[in-house]
């Protein structure tokens, strides 16, 4: 619990009344409780907030509230603190009640294994039940958390971040600044198979998968090694939860993956591509620069550069609305059908009568 | 190997003939092989029995077998075991042959790493190689599986069930009587982005995720925390293997979804709803209390209480079956088209000269 | 670094000029760069090299190249090193440079942890961090990599592999030479519920899962143990990554599932089946042999042998690519039936003034 009056202060921001209100916590507008703080920045946002049941909220850029004088707002319905930026002064509230936590660098828990071959670079931290087999290389104030596996010959950069239980299979590579969460598994066989009379042959999984700097890749998302070569990810790309990348694929910079995105063996994604959910990306497919795959869409053929796309089969977005809003008068277009055969069959009778009346004259 | 007396004996059943049969396991009717026996508590079900391989099964509720004495039954032309509750009795005779496993509580294994701020409730087990980090709660007589890691500050109620592999990040809060499947990782980033000039930063990450009592989550299903606050499952809601949940998600009570559902960030979601397998759910939608998702559906809207929503783009279910009954007949429907245009065509041409004649006449 | 010639040697074969040429690596023609070499075993393969940034390439069967004496390929632009089989060299080169992991059995690493009463054949490995629970049986060669866990009573055969982090629920089942990748979940509850007055409770877990010879199970796959008895996967079958298979099913042989497709309970799966991506397949439905499920089809219905299935839900393909074809034709359909039937309504009134007219003559 904290009084109003103190989170006005660590705020830096002005308080209307009620500086004795207790507060236990901070809440969205849409799951706010009634002891909780939330926050307002716009004014629907302000009316949702009067709405609900939370007796605060941190406000800004509200016409008539907080372009004034704090000193007015004292008639207003619910304490408000006015602040610059509502949002950024909710984070810190926020952290007021739920602290970050903060991971001091503690060197190699005695329960982690690293191998004595491993190369493991200053400030590193690796925790326990960890695994670090022959070879591989982490490199300066990464942290490896408990019970993950690096296999033989990995490299992974500086200041990475591997949650727990993800498995790195060997020789895969990892940059600078990425994030791996929980159940990631890099580097898994891809899934390639010669069939001979209806048996069938894992092919060669000689490649690896290398992951660029400042990617960060979601809970539980595997992406498989390249038949010869790299499974890459470039640059800055983000990958949400169970997420799969085929073998040989490789993908742009700076894109967004939405989870459970599954793209098949040997795509090229260009940089700057938004993903939606559930998308599926059929195999040695080029997806364009900047390109748009709304959700759950299903990709059989190339995507040009910037285009948006959207349905199963995917098509330009804009077609796709107009035909789910066609299909959707489905049922009144076969009436429709049927009553207008039948009309144009008693007009071909009638037609055909009165060609027979005319013969006859 | 049982002999079938033995078997009858334990369910206490009445079994019509072939006491020395020996028996070697159970087998669902579907797959039951010759030497198991199997169990069929309706007619159909028996006359699978019949033209299946097993020679004998626990039978109830079979009109003119199970309500007449046994001694009646002893022509029947396999070997039957007559009980109150035929499928009681099979799970009964299943655990005979593959009994449950009986495991002690057995306090916490020497390979564990239980931080010594972490706080153990009585009769707790924590297997070997999980690790609990600073200032995490486990409740009384709850059951932490080898190599979990449950991180720091989280709290775990009472009679809570958390198979191997799994992970919760900082601040999990789960309740009483929850079973986490293996490789279930709770409070991982949410997939929340701003983008400037193309690249993509991280948004706040101050939440966790709440799982309330008698929640059930399935093998490798991933929950992110939320921005500022919860992300919520709430009581008694049970969610199938590899299911997403986004940040800020609300999911309310007694809800059953199915597998490869995902939910975008932002959700609230009624209580006493029901997904089908791999339904995909936009951001910020409001899915209604005893709704019905069903399988593949995509939602792009929110859907009203107890409605059944099917399809992509979700429509009302009877609605979508429609729909997909007149979409089978669009080649058909193309054909008749053209050809109905073609005639109207004619008739137009014949009209048109109809008229002309009758100008000229 | 290797020269070209050096190469050359390595895989037996000619090389037409430019022996010091310094390699890097290998990459295939869709990624190669300029210092690496890549391979071309056709005519247009070998024209994409031409245009690609590589200077050197292993060929094979190409006209007018290979069928000649390497004498006369010293005009060529580019550097070729002619074999028989140029995928097979270049594999042998890419090892080469990226050298297959040797493992060699190490026996029971000291930190994993081994049930007195589990049963470990000879020259088994089992990595740091693995846990063994007993009455497990490990078979003669496998391979239990860092940190899975295996659970009381599985069975594991011959010369299998299980990659880190994989989780073994009690009584697993697993045969000779299978492949379980990291992450991969066996034996989690199936998802069967009883509800009563709208909770949910769990039905019987008894069964377990059975995974026969030479099956390959990809990166975070889930397979639910039985109601009763076995949830199957039969010999030879091949899944990929964030596979979900339910609780009953019996999966034939040699199949091949690619990526998160999802299987609901108590299905039979023939043999030689194929599937392809994000495939959803309802309950209790049968799938019969050597049939095909194209990507993303959502099945209602059994599967005849042999047939190929496409789309939600899922129709005979040839059918549904009619459909498909015809759907995006159906904005301009809709507006050939609103013109179609204004002109029959005209035509109607028309027909109905030439009856008057020929009423009143």
Redesign the interface.
């Known amino acids: 619990m904290r009084r109003l009056i103190e989170l006005a202060k660590i705020v830096d921001g002005d308080l209307n009344h009620s500086p004795e209100l207790e507060i236990s916590?901070?809440?969205?507008i849409?799951?706010v409780s009634e002891s909780?703080i939330t926050f307002a920045n716009s004014r629907s946002h302000y009316d949702r907030f009067l709405a609900s049941d939370a007796s605060a909220a941190i406000v800004s850029g509200i016409e008539g509230i907080t372009d004034q004088p704090i000193g007015q707002q004292k008639t207003l319905p619910k304490a408000v603190i006015v602040v610059a930026d509502a949002e950024a002064a909710?984070?810190a509230i926020?952290?007021e009640f739920?602290p970050?936590?903060e991971r001091r660098t503690s060197g190699v828990?005695p329960?982690a294994?690293v191998a004595s071959t491993a190369s493991i670079g200053p400030d590193v931290t690796i925790?326990?039940?960890a695994?670090v087999?022959d070879g591989a290389v982490i490199g300066d104030r990464s942290t490896i958390?408990?019970?993950v596996?690096v296999?033989?010959?990995c490299q992974i950069g500086q200041d990475t971040t591997i949650?727990?239980?993800t498995?790195l299979?060997?020789?895969t590579v990892v940059g600078d600044r990425v994030?791996l969460?929980?159940?990631v598994?890099l580097g898994?066989?891809g899934?390639g198979?010669k069939s001979h009379t209806?048996?069938?042959e894992?092919s060669?999984q000689?490649?690896?998968v290398v992951i660029e700097d400042d990617v960060?890749i979601?809970?539980?998302s595997?992406i498989?090694r390249?038949?010869?070569?790299?499974t890459?990810i470039r640059r800055?790309t983000?990958l949400?939860?169970?997420v799969?990348v085929?073998h040989?694929c490789?993908v742009g910079e700076?894109n967004?993956l939405?989870?459970?995105v599954?793209i098949?063996g040997?795509c090229?994604v260009g940089?700057?591509v938004v993903m939606g959910?559930?998308v599926?990306i059929?195999d040695h497919l080029n997806i364009g620069d900047r390109s748009i795959l709304m959700?759950?869409s299903?990709l059989m053929h190339d995507v040009d550069p910037g285009q948006a796309v959207h349905?199963?089969?995917a098509?330009p977005a804009r077609?796709q609305m107009?035909?789910?809003a066609?299909?959707?008068?489905?049922?009144e277009?076969?009436k429709?059908?049927k009553q207008?055969?039948k009309?144009?069959e008693q007009?071909?009778q009638?037609?055909a009568s009165?060609?027979q009346?005319?013969d006859a004259a």
Chains 1, 2, 3 share one sequence.
Do not use: W
Not at 25 to 28: A, D, K, L
Not at 226 to 230: R, S, V, Y
Not at 326 to 331: D, F, T
């Open positions: 916590g901070v809440g969205r849409a799951s909780e909710f984070a926020a952290t739920r970050v936590i828990h329960t294994v925790h326990a039940g695994v087999m958390f408990p019970n596996t296999m033989e010959d949650f727990p239980n498995v299979y060997e020789n994030i969460h929980a159940g598994v898994a066989f899934f198979y209806g048996k069938h894992l060669a000689l490649g690896n960060e979601g809970a539980n595997t498989d390249g038949t010869f070569d790299a890459r800055g983000k949400d939860n169970l799969m085929g040989n490789d700076d967004l939405c989870s459970q599954g098949a040997s090229n940089n700057g959910g559930q599926g059929g959700a759950k299903g349905g199963i089969p098509r077609k107009q035909i789910m066609v299909s959707s008068k489905l049922p277009m076969r429709m059908l207008l055969s009309s144009v007009l071909q009638r037609s009165v060609d009346c005319r």
